[in-house]
């Protein structure tokens, strides 16, 4: 089976703008969560979506924001972007509830 | 609030001897317990997930155990080698829902 793959790789942009990531999740899984990692605050939920329902959000401001697809694929989209932003952004996906969760490379964002 | 602690952020261990990793949880009644690893620039990498009302659990040279009393994993690397070399991540899992809430991570070398 194929990983999770994650586009784009790497991202450069300016404070102000915005940004969509997407995630395309291993073939059958239908739960895809996103995940937002910073050396100073670690890996760090941000949502979860289920048969493109948003099932779970974490603590981030609503410039913050997903959809999901009927094939599983999902996007996350960042509106006027922050210097504090600059992150690496990981997608998850599993079969079930209990179960692992595969990561993908994620996409490195950087705002300047 | 919710926190979880892993002993430290770097672990040196002489090639060959045990690594012992240590993650710590508060004001938390987690339904699962994962460890994972991570190499720079890369997505998390599953290894092992113990439930609840499990005690330990193995894989190969990997074992963890879970002390819900404790509120404490431990989680062991025997004969451990060069290519062990990572950073480890726990994460805890709640009952009914998808979200990871993951440990700041432990950077461990082994030195050969």
């Known amino acids: 089976k194929a990983g999770v793959t994650q586009t784009p790789r790497y991202l450069i942009k300016t404070r102000g703008q915005q940004v969509t990531l997407s995630c395309s999740p291993i073939s059958g899984h239908r739960s895809v969560s996103w995940y937002q990692q910073t050396p100073g605050q670690g890996l760090q939920f941000l949502f979860e979506?289920?048969?493109?329902?948003?099932?779970n959000k974490g603590n981030f401001p609503g410039r913050f924001s997903g959809r999901q697809f009927s094939n599983s694929r999902s996007e996350m989209n960042v509106s006027t972007l922050e210097l504090g932003d600059s992150a690496l952004y990981l997608c998850?996906?599993?079969?079930?509830?209990?179960?692992?969760?595969?990561f993908g490379p994620g996409t490195r964002l950087t705002v300047t | 609030s919710q926190k979880i602690e892993q002993n430290s952020e770097a672990l040196n261990i002489q090639e060959g001897k045990t690594a012992t990793l240590t993650c710590n949880y508060t004001n938390y009644s987690p339904a699962y317990l994962q460890w994972y690893r991570q190499d720079p620039g890369r997505g998390p990498v599953f290894l092992l997930l113990i439930r609840e009302n499990e005690k330990e659990k193995r894989k190969e040279r990997l074992k963890v155990t879970f002390d819900t009393t404790l509120k404490q994993s431990l989680f062991h690397i025997t004969a451990s080698q060069p290519a062990d070399s990572a950073t480890y991540l726990c994460a805890l899992g709640d009952f009914g829902n998808e979200k990871l809430t993951f440990g700041t991570g432990t950077r461990l070398t082994i030195i050969p």
């Open positions: 979506y289920f048969s493109e329902t948003q099932r």
């Open positions: 998850a996906s599993t079969q079930a509830w209990g179960y692992e969760q595969y």
